[in-house]
Every structure is written in structure tokens, then in C-alpha cells.
């Protein structure tokens, strides 16, 4: 191996290092768990539709429109759109969301999932003066 090729491996291990060890030291504070108190406010065509609690137990969710139908389920202290028949189906893509101010938003049938908070407000980022 030359000198060249040694720097250039170098370069790149520092380099991915430098993205893998904040990953390993990240605090998961606000994600859902047991003693996490996060509900999932669902709205329909901007109104409050319901607030669910995440649970570890599995809990379904039926919205029925006359725009169409979504299926949500509860399950592992997150929340998923498991079916939904809109023609595009891109709601279905946003996977489990278990953080606050995660959102699955299914505009072909103006639903929005969002994470809060078990009060369903955020605290006070900052100050400005």
C-alpha cells in the first residue's frame, strides 16, 4: 500500500466514525417508552378528531369519511397509518412515529397524525427579548 492509499482509508473512517459515534451518544429522551407520557392527536378536516394515548398495548383506530377511510394502529408506544384507500397511498409511508412533533398527514382525506405531549401542548422552546 502506498502512502496515498493510507490517508485516503484514514480519511474515510474518520469520516464515517464522525457520523456513526453521535448516533451511539444521542439521548432518546423524547422518544416513547414506558414512563413516556405521548398521545397522538388526530385531526380530521382541522378538527380534533381524538386523542389517543401510546401504549405498548395494540389498539386500532377506524376514521370514516366521506372522502374515504383510514386505518391507524397503536402498537409499541407509537402510532402507524396501517390502510388507508386514497389513490396515492403515500401516507402509508411515513412508518411508525413515536416522537413528538412527528407527523403522518394523508392529505387526499385531510387526516393528521401528530405527536404531543401527554397535556397535548409542548413546553416553551425560548425567549426572546
Not at 414506558?34 to 380534533?48: E, H, M, S
Not at 401516507?91 to 397535548?120: D, M, W, Y
Request: aromatic letters at 6%; proline letters at 4%; charged letters at 25%.
Amino acid at each position: 500500500m502506498k502512502r496515498a492509499d493510507v490517508l485516503l482509508v484514514s480519511i474515510v473512517l474518520i469520516a464515517a466514525l464522525a457520523f456513526l459515534v453521535p448516533r451511539w451518544f444521542s439521548n432518546d429522551a423524547d422518544k416513547a417508552g414506558p414512563g413516556k407520557n405521548l398521545v397522538a392527536n388526530i385531526t380530521v378536516d382541522g378538527k380534533l378528531y381524538k386523542t389517543v394515548k401510546l401504549t405498548k398495548e395494540e389498539q386500532t383506530i377506524d376514521i370514516r369519511t366521506e372522502r374515504g377511510y383510514n386505518i391507524l394502529k397503536v402498537h409499541d408506544y407509537g402510532i402507524e397509518m396501517y390502510d388507508a384507500d386514497c389513490p396515492d397511498k403515500v401516507c402509508l409511508g411515513f412508518g411508525t412515529i413515536n416522537r413528538p412533533k412527528q407527523t403522518i398527514v394523508c392529505l387526499p382525506h385531510r387526516v393528521l397524525v401528530e405527536v404531543a405531549g401527554e397535556s397535548g401542548e409542548d413546553g416553551i422552546d425560548a425567549y426572546v427579548q
